[in-house]
């Protein structure tokens, strides 16, 4: 499991966490973690390269005496795959969550909080990693002693899952190329493209192949396009069918995007028709 990014005693906690869910301890307090929303409720679409910042918000209420320093003791959301006891995957926050005190009562402060998680390509490691995960709030408290001689800790940890879902999803490319330009009237048009998907394995993109695209069409001067016909990407993703020139103007694909892959819309290629 990667080294987590909320800082460097968090790391600790989390990886030992990850490792096994810790029981319950008389010192762990009770903390509710609500309404906790990722991404807008948005999929969380991730390429090979940049670094998907996803918003987080949720409702905090903790006892009125705990007292959260972000040094010693942690709470936050984090993204999870698989389940607790057995994490596939995990995404954290590098920064820790911003809370405005919305409500209190004798015992208890209820928080909104915000914060944001890096979903970096590079801690994706496999294409099971596009799907749905799970959110899951925590809480840790870290007590030691370090110098060059001496070396102590104990840590209480807890973690609350199934506090919501999020669709993480790889992104895709479309390309389109109409062909020859310009071309008389009536004459056939070819327009080949390619469908790719982001490898977060191979840390590329890589061509889908069996999957269903539109080919549109938007004539100059108009703003809108409409569907041509339908086909199914080929060997590595391949695009290629054949319309008769009418007009001239746009031509270009449309992939409507699978449950592990985002939608995609290729630029539309102009050609003039004589």
Same mark, same amino acid.
């Given at each position: 499991?990667?080294?987590?990014?909320?800082?460097?005693?968090?790391?600790? !906690?989390?990886?030992?966490? #990850?490792?096994?869910?810790?029981?319950?301890?008389?010192?762990?307090?009770?903390?509710?973690?609500?309404?906790?929303?990722?991404?807008?409720?948005?999929?969380?679409?991730?390429?090979?390269?940049?670094?998907?910042?996803? *918003?987080?918000?949720?409702?905090?209420?903790?006892?009125?005496?705990?007292?959260?320093?972000? @040094?010693?003791?942690?709470?936050?959301?984090?993204?999870?795959?698989?389940?607790?006891?057995?994490?596939?995957?995990?995404?954290?926050?590098?920064?820790?969550?911003?809370?405005?005190?919305?409500?209190?009562?004798?015992?208890?402060?209820?928080?909104?909080?915000?914060?944001?998680? *890096?979903?970096?390509?590079?801690?994706?490691?496999?294409?099971?990693?596009?799907?749905?995960?799970?959110?899951?709030?925590?809480? !840790?408290?870290?007590?030691?002693?370090?110098?060059?001689?001496?070396? %102590?800790?104990?840590?209480?940890?807890?973690?609350?899952?199934?506090? #919501?879902?999020?669709?993480?999803?790889? !992104?895709?490319?479309?390309?389109?190329?109409?062909? *020859?330009?310009?071309?008389?009237?009536? @004459?056939?048009?070819?327009?080949?493209?390619?469908?790719?998907?982001?490898?977060?394995?191979?840390?590329?993109?890589?061509?889908? %192949?069996?999957?269903?695209?539109?080919?549109?069409?938007? !004539?100059?001067?108009?703003?809108?396009?409409?569907?041509?016909?339908?086909?199914?990407?080929?060997?590595? #993703?391949?695009?290629?069918?054949?319309?008769?020139?009418?007009?001239?103007?746009?031509?270009?694909?449309?992939?409507? #995007?699978?449950?592990?892959?985002?939608?995609?819309?290729?630029?539309?290629?102009?050609?003039?028709?004589?």
């Amino acid at each position: 499991m990667r080294k987590l990014a909320i800082g460097t005693a968090l790391s600790g !906690a989390l990886a030992l966490a #990850g490792i096994a869910a810790p029981a319950a301890s008389a010192a762990t307090p009770n903390l509710v973690f609500s309404d906790v929303t990722v991404n807008k409720g948005k999929a969380i679409v991730v390429g090979t390269t940049k670094t998907v910042t996803v *918003p987080v918000t949720y409702t905090l209420t903790r006892p009125a005496d705990l007292v959260i320093d972000n @040094k010693k003791t942690f709470a936050a959301v984090m993204l999870y795959r698989g389940t607790l006891k057995s994490l596939d995957n995990e995404l954290d926050p590098e920064v820790m969550p911003t809370c405005t005190t919305t409500a209190t009562t004798d015992t208890t402060v209820t928080e909104s909080c915000t914060e944001n998680i *890096p979903a970096d390509p590079e801690y994706l490691y496999e294409a099971a990693d596009a799907t749905t995960w799970k959110a899951a709030g925590l809480y !840790a408290h870290i007590d030691g002693t370090v110098s060059d001689d001496f070396l %102590s800790s104990e840590t209480d940890v807890a973690i609350w899952g199934n506090l #919501g879902t999020a669709k993480v999803q790889r !992104a895709a490319k479309l390309t389109a190329d109409a062909s *020859p330009e310009p071309v008389a009237k009536g @004459k056939t048009i070819t327009v080949k493209g390619k469908l790719t998907r982001a490898d977060w394995d191979a840390m590329a993109y890589k061509g889908y %192949s069996g999957q269903k695209a539109v080919l549109q069409f938007r !004539a100059a001067g108009s703003n809108t396009y409409t569907n041509v016909k339908g086909i199914t990407s080929g060997t590595g #993703g391949s695009l290629s069918t054949t319309v008769k020139a009418s007009k001239s103007g746009y031509y270009r694909y449309v992939f409507a #995007g699978t449950t592990t892959t985002a939608a995609a819309t290729a630029t539309g290629d102009y050609i003039q028709v004589k």
